[in-house]
């Protein structure tokens, strides 16, 4: 197959035959070139059961990519071997553009060269029951990252249910609004029922050891909102799970009724890591309600790396904890906990 482009398709179901593969016909592809790309379309239905996008080998960009769309599903389909994403979700060139009620249900994204999954611009997705695999071959090698390019662009009501970030050579899920500023839209983000297993196998020197990484940017002018992490699972982990680089006046995050179980396996890192950023002087906006953890590593749960100046605020947390060593929270970077404001983070150990 060549690269196939579909302008202002409408009203359209496309269904695969079980077993199918699509293929980029040899000679054919660039770097740039994208195998299956719908622009501008609306009300179309892709129905893959069990159908694979199978690249050469790491050729070419996306395998599916989604512009400036609305009320597209995908079901029953794998997406494997890009160069790039296997799928890719934006608005296009005009400034604000997005894409708007894309479903994805039953999707397999796997050995991708970048990202198994990567959001843009987007409102009122819903992604489920579907796995980000094995991304490996570039410098980010994420399962999913929600990554907008510039300030016009939106993150909004965008949720995962039932999903596996697994085996991916960086992080499983990576949150990065560098691009947004608070007069951008509000983000709102939720995943539940949701698994992270062995990511952060062999990530680029540049990127943070961990399963879960979660910025701003480094500047002062963040964008708000509220992003929440329900029922999820953390398992399998080298590194630390969660790494944080948010200030206060930031969206907040909740994470509720999760878990972790053999983590932090390295020796070396935190189970948890939240990281002041120093131009905001502040770090904070998260809730910790029932997290429960398991392992053996002499690590904390929770480390605060923060300097003596910044200050800290608006974080509550309950954590039940068995591990041997007893561990309790720690705080480097030479700051004194007598600044906090509204922080009240409470562990148990019950080993």
């Known amino acids: 197959m060549q690269p196939t482009k579909f302008f202002d398709l409408r009203n359209k179901t496309i269904v695969f035959e079980p077993g199918v593969i699509i293929r980029p016909k040899s000679g054919s592809f660039s770097s740039s070139s994208q195998l299956f790309q719908l622009i501008r379309a609306q009300n179309v239905i892709i129905e893959g059961d069990g159908a694979t996008f199978k690249m050469n080998n790491g050729q070419g960009k996306h395998a599916l990519a989604i512009y400036k769309s609305n009320n597209i599903t995908v079901r029953g389909l794998t997406l494997r071997e890009s160069g790039g994403d296997g799928i890719y979700i934006a608005g296009d060139n005009n400034t604000g553009s997005y894409s708007q009620n894309i479903t994805l249900d039953n999707v397999v994204s796997t050995d991708n060269k970048r990202h198994g999954l990567t959001i843009i611009s987007a409102e009122d997705v819903y992604i489920k029951n579907s796995d980000f ?3 490996s071959g570039s410098t980010t090698e994420v399962g999913v990252d929600l990554e907008p390019n510039n300030s016009s662009d939106r993150l909004v009501n965008i949720n995962f249910d039932n999903c596996k970030f697994e085996g991916n050579d960086s992080s499983g899920f ?25 990511n952060d196998r062999s990530p680029h020197s540049s990127r943070p050891r961990t399963q879960l990484q979660l910025s701003q940017g480094s500047h002062n002018n963040p964008v708000t909102g509220d992003v929440r992490f329900e029922n999820v699972e953390f398992n399998q982990s080298g590194n630390k799970i969660i790494f944080t680089k948010l200030s206060a006046k930031s969206y907040k995050v909740v994470f509720k009724d999760c878990s972790a179980e053999n983590v932090s396996m390295n020796g070396r890192d935190p189970v948890i890591e939240l990281q002041s950023l120093g131009v905001a002087q502040t770090m904070g906006g998260f809730t910790f309600e029932n997290f429960k953890m398991e392992y053996d590593a002499d690590v904390p749960f929770m480390r605060l790396q923060v300097p003596s100046n910044d200050i800290v605020k608006d974080i509550r947390g309950t954590f039940t904890i068995d591990e041997p060593n007893n561990n309790g929270l720690e705080v480097t970077g030479g700051y004194n906990t007598s600044n906090n404001q509204n922080v009240s983070i409470n562990y148990k150990h019950i080993n």
């Open 174 to 198: 990576v949150i990065g609004t560098r691009s947004l500023t608070s007069s951008s839209t509000p983000i709102s983000v939720q995943v539940k029922n949701s698994e992270f297993r062995g």
């Open 133 to 135: 695999m094995r991304s």
